[in-house]
């Protein structure tokens, strides 16, 4: 019988700290903290953007203290329409945890349908890394990276999606990065889209339609956000429509850190007098 482990990804761009804050104050009972800031991710440097992929020893040693092994049934959530269990999901498949899933609706959901709410913060286990069975590493065949991306400016040979807001995508707002605009050539599918407005995944013909006119091979369309969390969420909705595209995992926080990366802005429209 295969265990089954809850984990909170509750977190805010705004406040790194506001994501545990709520966790400790209420949550699905036994449900362990994914801190976006500490697990999914490491720390900043020059490139690889605003949440660069963590070291591979320190994520399956964090792994290992949680209790997941690649026969554990992981049950992930937030409040925040996936985007942060997205990223969680994604990178627990690539070290080989096959039996994902996300909670539809997230903890919102989970509340108004009446289920229990803890207030306590599960221990983790004082656990030794034992990665028997998981892989060597993470499968890194659906990543691609800055080089990759640079490439294909001249031989067009990758589609990307820009998964930010279009006011983003565009240019005409930018409140997070230091530049603003989008990768030349690239199309936008904001990932709010993904959901609806109480935060349920869109039926499985919306993901389809999203992605039919996107003729490439699914290894060359490239999906990418702000800090390749949010991506994860246009990733996610791919995986439903049956598509396996990549992701840009350092996204545009990383393109706007090389000097000699172009930028794109898309003018407002004109307006008729």
Known sequence: MNTVLVKDCGFTIAGASAGRAGYQRANIPGALYCDLNLHPSRQQSEHGGRHP???????FDQLARWGIS??????LY?????????????????????????????????????????RRTAPEKN????????????????????????????TQGLTLIDSRETARYRGESEPIDP??????????????????QQGYIQPI?????????????DENAVIYCGSGVTACVNLLSATIA???????????????????????VSPQPKLAH
């Open 53 to 59: 992929l963590p070291a591979e020893h320190a994520f």
């Open 70 to 75: 690649p026969h554990t049934e992981v049950i």
């Open 78 to 118: 937030d409040d925040q329409k996936f985007a942060f269990a997205s990223r969680a999901w994604w990178l627990l498949s690539m070290a080989g945890i096959a039996n994902v899933r996300i909670l539809n609706g997230g903890y919102r959901a989970w509340c108004n349908a009446g289920y229990a709410q803890d």
């Open 127 to 154: 656990a030794t890394a034992n990665h028997s069975g998981a892989k060597e590493g993470f499968d890194r065949s659906n990543v691609k990276s800055f080089a990759d991306i640079l490439q294909s400016q001249d």
């Open 179 to 196: 530049i603003a605009g989008h990768i030349p050539g690239a199309l936008n599918f904001p990932w709010g889209e993904v959901s609806d």
């Open 205 to 217: 013909q919306f993901h389809i339609q999203r992605w039919q006119n996107v003729h490439q091979p």
């Open 242 to 264: 049956g598509r396996a595209f990549r992701v840009y995992a350092g996204s545009w926080s990383d393109w706007i850190s090389h000097q000699d990366a172009p930028i794109a």
